[in-house]
């Protein structure tokens, strides 16, 4: 199985940006980059996914190393409704989530 | 357009009995795949249906089994039950195969006495 390994946690001032990376050491070729987030008592949320290139969309920014072998999840201005634990993840036949990161964001 | 919905969210059981767990998918999502969340082991998949058939299953002991119906709802269950079951499981539907956007239900607290 793939293996995704991430920071415990990260710390960011509000309306600063957030760079949150992920490495993805036994990523195969085809394999999707997920990142999910999850709130206090909710299930997980997605936020963006990509394969090779780098990806935008409203809430968030994906930059994809060129081998493939990392990510970085980017939020261009954090707010307190950001604070979550994130999750990077393979998809390959399945999902492998790494352990995720506790993302703080002080006021 | 009504979410991922889990039932019941919350259950309390014994070693060696047996439970059910429902998850009802977004209307018109075909895909529902479920995962086992503890604070030891993270996010781990189980499995994933798409239209009745289980497309993929995860590392985990025969135990742990499911179905979906043909509106795409989906049961999990979990035969002889261990200490080590109890965790939060979580649903998630999708539109078509899982590499998309999943939408997560809202989990299942499961607690092994």
């Known amino acids: 199985d793939a293996k995704t390994t991430q920071p415990n946690s990260m710390e960011s001032n509000e309306e600063e940006p957030v760079h949150l990376p992920c490495n993805h050491s036994?990523?195969?070729?085809?394999?999707?980059i997920h990142w999910y987030r999850q709130l206090p008592s909710q299930g997980p949320e997605y936020v963006i996914h990509g394969l090779t290139s780098n990806v935008n969309n409203r809430m968030a920014s994906l930059a994809i190393a060129e081998d493939r072998k990392s990510s970085t999840l980017i939020l261009h201005r954090a707010t307190l409704r950001d604070a979550a634990v994130y999750y990077c993840a393979n998809y390959g036949q399945n999902f492998v989530f790494g352990p995720g990161t506790r993302l703080s964001v002080l006021p | 357009k009504a979410g991922v919905t889990q039932t019941p969210r919350y259950l309390i059981k014994t070693r060696g009995q047996q439970v059910t767990l429902s998850c009802s998918p977004i209307s018109g999502h075909r895909s529902v795949s479920w995962y086992q969340q503890t604070p030891g082991q993270g996010l781990q998949f189980l499995f994933e249906?798409?239209?009745?058939?289980?497309?993929n299953k995860g590392n985990f002991p025969g135990r742990f089994s499911g179905r979906q119906f043909s509106n795409s709802r989906s049961e999990m269950n979990v035969s002889t039950l261990e200490l080590g079951d109890s965790a939060l499981y979580l649903c998630?539907?999708?539109?078509?195969?899982?590499?998309?956007?999943?939408?997560f239900g809202p989990g299942t607290r499961l607690t092994v006495l």
């Open positions: 036994t990523i195969s070729g085809t394999d999707y």
């Open positions: 249906y798409f239209s009745e058939t289980q497309r």
């Open positions: 998630a539907s999708s539109l078509f195969e899982t590499y998309n956007e999943q939408f």
